[in-house]
C-alpha cells in the first residue's frame, strides 16, 4: 500500500507537471472533429495556447521564470520547424492567418510544452542533480546536438557520435527527485531515454490529431518510425541542459562532496 501510495503521489505531480501538453493534445482533438467558426484550426490552436499561457502564470501554476524558460523553448523549436518545413521533413497543410514560412505559430507552444513539463515536474519533484558535468562541456554538447537539427541536411548526420558523447559526459550524473518525504534517484542518461521516448508516443498522439503531417502519413495516418526516438531523445537532452543551465546560473554555489541517497547532500538548485 505505501508503494501504491508513492506510486499515486508520482502520478499525481507528472500529471500536473504535463497540464499544458494536456491541453494542446485536447484542442487538437477539439479542432480536428468540431467544424471552428469565424477562423482556421491552426490559428485557434495559437489563441488557445496563448489563453492557457496567460491562465497558467495568472494562477500561479506558473513562474515568471518559467515563463522566460518557455518563451526561449518558443524561440527555439519556431526556428527549428521554419527550417525542417523548408526541407520537407514534414508540413502544416491547412491554411491559417497566423503561419510564417509555412508554419503555424502555435508550433512554437508544442516544444515550450515539454520545457514547460520539465520546469514544473522539476519544481514539483524537487529535484537535484548529482556530479553535474562542467559547464564548458554541457554547453557546446547541447549547442552540437541543436545544430546537427540543421546540418545533417547538408553534412555527415553525427546524432550517434552525439548520443555517445552524452553517455559519456553524463555517465556518473543521477537525478534525485522526491515523492512525498522520500527521496529516489535515477541515472541521468535513463530520464533523457524514458521522456524522450514517451515524447515519441505523444507525437504519434499529435499526429493523428493532425498537429502536422510527415511525407509517409499525407494519405494516411500511420505510426511514427520508430527512429525518430533518437530524435526525440536529443531534443530532450537539449531541452534538460538549457534548463539546467539556467537553473544553475541562479543557483548557490555548488558543492562538490560524495552524496548520499539515504542522506543526500545535493547541488542546490532553485525552485523557481
Known sequence: ????????????????????????FASLAL????????????????IICLLMQWWMLKSGLETKDEL???TLFHIIGLALEIYKVHMG??????????????????????????????CQAWRRLDVKLVQWPSQYLVVPLAAAIYLNFFTHHYWVDVRWWLSALVIIIFWKSWVNYKVGQKIYRMPL???????????WIAENIATFFGAWEYPNQTEAWSL?????????????IVSFLIVATLKQVKASPIKEEPVNVHNPSLYGYDNN
Open 68 to 70: 522566460k524558460v518557455i
Open 224 to 236: 511514427v518510425h520508430l527512429g525518430k526516438v533518437s530524435s526525440w531523445l536529443l531534443l530532450v
Open 1 to 24: 500500500m505505501r508503494s501504491l501510495e508513492q506510486l499515486v503521489r508520482f502520478g499525481w505531480a507528472q500529471a500536473l507537471s504535463c497540464l499544458f501538453p494536456i491541453v494542446i
Open 31 to 46: 479542432t480536428k472533429f468540431i467544424p471552428m467558426p469565424q477562423m482556421s484550426r491552426y490559428d485557434w490552436l495559437l
Open 189 to 199: 542518461s535513463l530520464s533523457f531515454v524514458l521522456i524522450g521516448f514517451f515524447i
Open 89 to 118: 521533413s514534414w508540413s502544416y497543410p491547412e491554411e491559417a492567418y497566423s503561419k510564417f514560412f509555412g508554419v503555424p505559430l502555435y508550433s512554437g507552444f508544442m516544444y515550450a510544452s515539454v520545457a514547460s513539463y520539465l
